[in-house]
T-cell receptor, first 113, second 116 residues
Framework: DAGITQSPRYKITETGRQVTLMCHQTWSHSYMFWYRQDLGHGLRLIYYSAAADITDKGEVPDGYVVSRSKTENFPLTLESATRSQTSVYFC????????????FGEGSRLTVL | AQTVTQSQPEMSVQEAETVTLSCTYDTSESDYYLFWYKQPPSRQMILVIRQEAYKQQNATENRFSVNFQKAAKSFSLKISDSQLGDAAMYFCAYRNYGGATNKLIFGTGTLLAVQP
C-alpha cells in the first residue's frame, strides 16, 4: 500500500547500544522529517531532509544521525542510546513546501533501559 | 523564533455538544500556515484543518472549524456535534510560508475526552 511506514513499531534496547529506526515512503515526496514526541513537549523536530543527500538539523539533533541516500528512505540512527532518548518517534513526509501539509507514519515507540 | 502554546492540557465534552480548543502562537512573520492535527490512540497523526494567514475567512471542514484572529495570534479549533471518535490528542502547529524548508512547530497538545 502507498504511504509512509516506520519500523520497528516497538523497540526496547539498552543504554549504549546503536539503534536504527527506519522510515519508508512510497509517494516520492521530497521532504522528510523525524520528530520525537514526549509528554509536555509535543512534537519536536530532530532532523529533516529536503531531498536525497540533503539533510539538516532540527530542534533536538544531539545524539542522532540521519542519512538519505534514496528519496524514499530516511533512517534515523541513535549511535549510543541514552535513557533520555526513550520516546515515540514519528517520521513524516511532504511534497509541497508551500502548503505545509505533512503525512505522518504510525510512530515507533523506543524504550532505552 | 516562533512558538506555539496550547494552554489546555486536557478538555472534556459531552457527546453531541460543542467544544473549543485554544491555541496561541508567536511570530513576527506576516505569511504563514496554521494547522490542527489529531492524534487518536492509534498514534497516527491526522491533519484536521489548515488555515493560511493571508485568508481572512476561517477554515471549515465538516464539524471542525477554526477561529483565526491574526492580530491576537490566536487559532482556536471548534468541534461541533462531538462524537466518540473525536476523542484524541489535538496539536496546534505553525509553519512559515515559503523558504527552503518546511518545518512545523507544534504546541504541547490538548487531550480531548468525549463523554457518552
Amino acid at each position: 500500500d502507498a504511504g509512509i511506514t516506520q519500523s520497528p513499531r516497538y523497540k526496547i534496547t539498552e543504554t549504549g547500544r546503536q539503534v536504527t529506526l527506519m522510515c519508508h515512503q512510497t509517494w516520492s515526496h521530497s521532504y522528510m522529517f523525524w520528530y520525537r514526541q514526549d509528554l509536555g513537549h509535543g512534537l519536536r523536530l530532530i532532523y529533516y531532509s529536503a531531498a536525497a543527500d540533503i539533510t539538516d538539523k532540527g530542534e533536538v539533533p544531539d545524539g542522532y544521525v540521519v542519512s538519505r541516500s534514496k528519496t524514499e528512505n530516511f533512517p534515523l540512527t541513535l549511535e549510543s542510546a541514552t535513557r533520555s532518548q526513550t520516546s515515540v518517534y514519528f517520521c513524516a513526509s511532504s511534497v509541497n513546501p508551500y502548503t505545509g501539509e505533512l503525512f505522518f507514519g504510525e510512530g515507533s515507540r523506543l524504550t532505552v533501559l | 523564533a516562533q512558538t506555539v502554546t496550547q494552554s489546555q492540557p486536557e478538555m472534556s465534552v459531552q457527546e453531541a455538544e460543542t467544544v473549543t480548543l485554544s491555541c496561541t502562537y508567536d511570530t513576527s512573520e506576516s505569511d504563514y500556515y496554521l494547522f490542527w492535527y489529531k492524534q487518536p490512540p492509534s498514534r497516527q497523526m491526522i491533519l484536521v484543518i489548515r488555515q493560511e494567514a493571508y485568508k481572512q475567512q476561517n477554515a471549515t471542514e465538516n464539524r471542525f472549524s477554526v477561529n483565526f484572529q491574526k492580530a491576537a495570534k490566536s487559532f482556536s479549533l471548534k468541534i461541533s456535534d462531538s462524537q466518540l471518535g473525536d476523542a484524541a490528542m489535538y496539536f496546534c502547529a505553525y509553519r512559515n510560508y515559503g523558504g527552503a524548508t518546511n518545518k512545523l512547530i507544534f504546541g504541547t497538545g490538548t487531550l480531548l475526552a468525549v463523554q457518552p
